[in-house]
């Protein structure tokens, strides 16, 4: 067979391509080959190919369903005023806020990136300080239910004072900062 | 402590890194910044800095970007002090750094506080105890923006939790030249661990160099981050040493032929681009820890990595350079240094 651009030489490099269920046959010389960008098939072989993280969100997002897509959209973070939208396009959160802000629908995102969503490492004196209070207090108040439900009332009122000291604290803590 | 001595002796660990990403609790992450609070958090933390505790505190110097020449940024990314993010960013980032350049706390590159301590060698818990000390002499007087669930609140979702990403620079000529490199690339992204060329993201493996670090921020703690990252060290720099005790065994003269046909051309050559002196670099420190090569100190080839970087090389040549003037600059460089 001669190749099908300079019709002189024998076709050694065979092309087939389909697209959308259209199949097209390309026979070519060793030169046309290589001057045609239809045989340009040498992908360079390199690691660590950097992949937009936008691509892989997005791509995530999609996977996610269940969220109709328009609620989504008007999601914003009261704080910076970014939109969930906005974060999709970009991969990157505008302050702090937006965490809660998208909280939800940031979930399985996260379970994709990093098998996990709850934080078990280093946690700041400052900042920690307050949330460590918060957790107590929760703490406290589950058990005053369950002292409650089962007519504890003594240690229902021990409870409850303990609740108020610690809610206490932590208004002046909050006020110092 | 026997495997850090001989994984230290053997050069094949060249550096090891802790990085802690942190923000600034109530303010807008550095993109969405203006000019004024940009200014603010340089000012906070250095302030916040220069008013603790820390032995560090009085080495510590604060540089702004916008008044720093190009050459001498670029030359810092190619030192790994600072990255290229930070550069990109100049107009509105600072760099704090110690004399030594073994800390380094880039303010506003992506996140407001990028606080980095580097070692040379596998010394990771070394520099995650620095790090550690610091971030806590910072927190005295910032209160950093954290979450309960979601722990240190970080611009990319990737860096989420507890904000750290470790990483080692490791030497692998034996793995790559015995077609074994692949492997290992395969089995460390499956353990969760990233592995990547000697400028980081996107970037080859430039001399043989590699850059393994942690992949997942959240739901581990640090300590369980650099605990499986010096196991997947151990066993890479084991493999290697594996791959060379095999090269060693076969003997050939092919082997003792190549570095040494290195040697030559980094001793001869006239003209050397980065790409082909790293990888003779590579080759060259590859015979001299083989023992084949005797005559060339270890030393000079780690300096060698970094002065013969484009931006670095026109630094010690005090002139901007045309791209074919630096591989002559280059060369001369290399000859000198193993004269």
């Given amino acids: 067979m001669l190749c099908q651009k300079c019709n002189q030489k024998e076709a050694n490099v065979h092309i087939t391509k389909i697209i959308n269920g259209v199949k097209t046959e390309l026979h070519l010389c060793d030169e046309c080959a290589r001057e045609s960008n239809e045989a340009n098939i040498s992908i360079p072989v390199t690691f660590g190919i950097p992949m937009s993280f936008q691509n892989i969100l997005e791509g995530f997002m999609e996977m996610m369903g269940g969220i109709p897509q328009q609620l989504v959209e008007e999601i914003s973070c009261p704080t910076c005023h970014m939109t969930f939208e906005n974060f999709k396009q970009t991969g990157r959160f505008g302050c702090g806020n937006c965490y ?16 996990n969503i709850q934080h078990t490492g280093k946690v700041p004196k400052r900042s920690g300080g307050i949330l460590k209070v918060k957790r107590d207090i929760e703490k406290l108040k589950n058990e005053l239910k369950m002292a409650v439900a089962n007519e504890e009332y003594e240690k229902a009122a021990r409870l409850r004072d303990e609740i108020k000291r610690l809610e206490e604290r932590l208004n002046n803590k909050q006020d110092k900062e | ?12 660990v060249l550096t090891s890194r802790i990085r802690f990403a942190r923000n600034i609790d109530g303010m807008p992450f550095p993109q969405a910044l203006s000019d004024s609070a940009s200014r603010k958090v340089i000012d906070d933390v250095y302030s916040a800095l220069l008013k603790s505790s820390i032995n560090e505190v009085k080495n510590l110097k604060l540089f702004n970007l916008k008044d720093m020449d190009k050459l001498n940024m670029m030359a810092m990314a190619e030192r790994h002090v600072i990255s290229r993010d930070l550069i990109e960013n100049f107009q ?3 760099v704090i750094l110690d004399d030594d350049e073994k800390i380094s706390i880039m303010l506003n590159e992506e996140d407001h506080i990028r606080l980095q301590v580097m070692y040379k060698g596998l010394m990771l818990k070394e520099a995650f105890e620095d790090a550690n000390r610091i971030d806590d002499a ?60 000697l400028y980081g993201e996107g970037s080859n493996a430039l001399g043989n160099i590699y850059q393994v670090s942690n992949q997942v921020t959240l739901g581990l703690s640090e300590e369980e981050i650099i605990n499986s990252l010096i196991a997947v060290t151990k ?21 003792e032929d190549d570095v040494y046909r290195s040697l030559g051309l980094l001793k001869f050559a006239r003209t050397l681009d980065t790409n082909e002196c790293l990888n003779l670099i590579s080759k060259v420190r590859l015979g001299v820890e083989m023992g084949i090569i005797k005559e060339v100190d270890i030393k000079k080839l780690n300096e060698l990595i970094t002065l013969i970087q484009p931006a670095t090389l026109q630094l010690v040549d005090k002139r901007e350079l045309e791209s074919k003037d630096r591989d002559v600059v280059r060369a001369k460089i290399v000859r000198e240094s193993l004269k």
């Fill in chain 2, 138 to 197: 910072i927190e005295e007087n910032i209160t950093y923006a954290f979450d309960a669930k979601f722990g240190y609140l970080t611009s990319c979702p990737t860096n989420v939790g507890t904000g750290m990403r470790a990483s080692v620079m490791l030497h692998l000529p034996a793995l790559t030249y015995t077609k074994n490199i692949n492997n290992i690339l395969n089995t460390v992204s499956q353990v969760g661990m990233t592995i990547r060329g």
């Fill in chain 2, 1 to 12: 402590m026997s495997f850090f001595a001989k994984s230290n002796d053997s050069g094949i």
């Fill in chain 2, 235 to 255: 066993k890479i720099v084991d493999q290697e040493e594996k791959a060379r005790e095999l090269m060693a065994q076969k003997r050939s003269i092919a082997l």
């Fill in chain 2, 92 to 94: 509105r980032a600072a």
């Fill in chain 1, 100 to 115: 809660s802000a998208f909280n939800d629908n940031i979930l399985p995102l996260m379970k994709r990136i990093h098998g």
